[in-house]
């Protein structure tokens, strides 16, 4: 890369170079050329603001919405390790200059939510699996053994392996039988965001991946100083259940890196950094446009590896399609506490308790169809694959046709609900006439048990609002940009740190039975 001062010198001469043009295109039609653009000082001296947010230098410059600024780390250490949020990375042995890595298949538990454990397969224990980070260059040994009642392979998803150890039973191997292992060995020469996982498809549906990064010999210019990797995936998991339907093609359950929102640890960095966040889409149909709010971030990387600085992309949603990854890199320079979600309105809800549809049983138009918690796979009568149920669950008769589009969304009366606490006036008391009331359920709060606050209070925690958790679901985290003194003191543990103290201004935020007068 070139540095900083000879780019700006190449953009400004070839700034310069097409106003030329366009001047000699504008006399020879007889059009007044257009005004040169100004120069403004931030952008020749390639300032771009780290304690605030701003734009940076003009589009395409290298500092365009802080495309190019480096973080603070320096270009000449090592790549930063990767965090993966709640998960654990497999350990190695360096044996004859190959690292050793073991994989144990088998059946596991996982905690979606507190007090929420589904029965998964995973590896080691571990769902997804434990992260394995490697680099451009390592020669890899990976055993797999076998605990689970049945059959399973193993494939190194996007990596560009020998055939014979691409994973694919009867395609390149025999299937690796309960009680036995394989081994699996590749000399790296890419790099970039990976995984793995069976290629069983319905032991993938079960859980059985993980995130397989490998990272290059000499850290890529800009260089990051916060690296972070997140496992997309989603659940049908039926009521009263604890194991994924995996033939089901509706979706109820969804999770990074194993876990739900608000039990997902938030991601925190330092304000003015650089950060990369790395996704991968392990869902079994669904696409996931994630968002980050307050930010800017350039797409740079995809499950194929690093993309060219002149495709990268500026954006603050990137759609990641299943199977695929998608690296994103901003410069951290918005105080506070900012959500990072997918935008799917469906997937922002844990265990889709369906508040639309059957809730009053007033009758308007032809039943037909199912309604909406059979659709999502919450059967109300007998078994999930019941006579009744099974023909109809996923599947409907056509838009506007099925029972929950045959009823108004709510109850009059909602037992335990104070509309007069809800708003003010006659629009609060009035609130039962209004269709589609209510539609989401902002302000009941206390659904967690004491038991629960404690666990999803994690140090990671310390200086958000009293009620942070309340407003993320499923397929949220938070990215937590902190000024030096604070980062500090919540990575460290060491020090008081006030709730609120990294919403500016945001106050405390309030608790069920809390009355805070400001």
């Not at 790099?191 to 890529?220: D, K, V």
Request: contains cysteine.
């Amino acid at each position: 890369m070139q540095p900083d001062t000879s780019r700006r010198d190449f953009l400004r001469g070839g700034s310069l170079a097409t106003a030329a043009l366009l001047g000699a295109a504008a006399g020879a039609n007889g059009i007044a050329p257009p005004d040169p653009p100004e120069h403004h000082h931030e952008a020749e001296t390639g300032d771009f603001p780290r304690e605030h947010s701003g734009k940076g230098g003009p589009v395409g410059s290298a500092t365009d919405r802080g495309k190019l600024v480096p973080g603070l780390r320096k270009a000449s250490e090592p790549p930063v390790l990767v965090t993966t949020p709640d998960l654990g990375k497999l350990p190695f042995q360096l044996k004859d200059g190959v690292k050793e890595f073991h994989l144990v298949a088998k059946h596991t538990r996982r905690e979606f939510l507190p007090g929420e454990w589904m029965d998964v397969w995973g590896y080691n224990d571990s769902m997804p699996g434990p992260t394995i980070e490697v680099t451009e260059g390592d020669k890899v040994r990976i055993i797999l053994h076998n605990e689970l009642p049945e059959s399973t392979t193993l494939h190194l998803h996007g990596v560009e392996n020998l055939n014979r150890y691409d994973g694919v039973h009867g395609v390149t191997q025999e299937p690796v039988k309960p009680g036995q292992s394989f081994v699996y060995e590749v000399t790296l020469h890419q790099n970039g965001t990976f995984f793995y996982h069976s290629h069983g498809p319905m032991q993938e549906g079960l859980g059985m991946a993980g995130l397989f990064i490998i990272h290059p010999r000499s850290a890529f210019t800009p260089a990051v100083d916060h690296d972070f990797a997140l496992m997309i995936q989603e659940w049908a998991i039926m009521p009263q259940s604890t194991i994924p339907n995996v033939t089901s093609m509706e979706f109820n359950w969804f999770t990074l890196n194993g876990r739900s929102a608000p039990y997902i640890t938030p991601l925190l960095v330092r304000l003015g950094s650089r950060v990369r966040l790395r996704f991968v889409n392990m869902s079994p149909i669904d696409h996931h446009p994630m968002h980050l709010h307050g930010h800017t971030f350039w797409v740079t990387g995809t499950e194929a590896g690093r993309i060219p600085e002149s495709a990268w992309m500026p954006s603050n949603n990137v759609l990641v399609a299943v199977a695929q990854a998608r690296d994103v890199e901003f410069i951290a320079n918005n105080p506070g506490d900012w959500v990072l979600h997918c935008h799917m309105f469906h997937h922002m809800m844990n265990h889709m308790a369906v508040m639309v549809g059957p809730m009053a049983m007033q009758m308007r138009g032809m039943p037909a169809g199912n309604n909406g918690q059979a659709g999502m796979g919450m059967t109300q009568g007998g078994p999930a694959l019941s006579r009744e149920n099974g023909p109809s669950l996923g599947r409907g008769m056509g838009e506007q046709t099925s029972i929950e589009r045959a009823v108004q969304t709510g109850k009059q009366d909602m037992p335990g609900m104070d509309h007069s606490s809800m708003g003010h006036g006659a629009m609060a008391m009035n609130a039962k006439k209004v269709p589609g009331y209510p539609a989401d359920m902002m302000d009941m709060m206390g659904m967690y048990s004491e038991a629960d606050l404690k666990k999803l209070n994690k140090p990671e925690t310390r200086g958000m609002r009293r009620n942070w958790f309340a407003g993320i679901e499923a397929l949220h985290t938070i990215v937590r940009v902190l000024p030096p003194e604070l980062y500090d003191k919540v990575v460290t543990g060491n020090g008081e740190v006030a709730p609120g103290a990294s919403v500016p201004g945001g106050g405390e935020g309030e608790m069920p039975g809390m009355h805070h007068h400001h």
